[in-house]
């Protein structure tokens, strides 16, 4: 019903910039919120930022002040800007959406494929 494709993930140096976009489609009457999560090998997924309809955003303490999340509605995509990238942000990071389907349902929020993302040091 609903549809993430992520691009932008890749390898860069320490110190380095990356830009995910997350681009949704499918019967979608209206957006919640959307936000990126990460995993890194042996790890828990945590969240990294989220952004809310009404443009609340929230950062995991870690990447604030690196990371920038933006919402496109023409677009229906959303965006991770990383910079100031460090080792330890080396993971996989997935999109989300929790949205509200055309049939007015509210069902868990889905998940993009994953990119991934590696911090040379």
């Known amino acids: 019903q609903v549809q993430l494709v992520e691009s932008g993930g890749g390898l860069v140096q320490a110190g380095g910039s990356l830009r995910l976009s997350c681009s949704a489609s499918?019967?979608?009457?209206?957006?919640?919120?959307m936000g990126w999560y990460r995993q890194a090998p042996g790890k828990q997924r945590e969240l990294v930022a989220t952004?809310?309809?009404?443009?609340?955003?929230n950062y995991v303490d870690s990447v604030k002040g690196r990371f920038t999340i933006s919402w496109d509605n023409a677009k229906n995509t959303v965006y991770l800007q990383m910079n100031s990238l460090k080792p330890e942000d080396t993971a996989v990071y997935y999109c989300?959406?929790?949205?509200?389907?055309?049939?007015?349902?509210?069902?868990?929020?889905?998940w993009g494929q994953g990119t991934q993302v590696t911090v040379a040091s």
């Open positions: 499918g019967s979608i009457f209206s957006f919640v919120a």
């Open positions: 952004i809310s309809s009404g443009g609340r955003i």
């Open positions: 989300s959406a929790e949205v509200i389907l055309i049939s007015r349902s509210r069902p868990p929020n889905y």
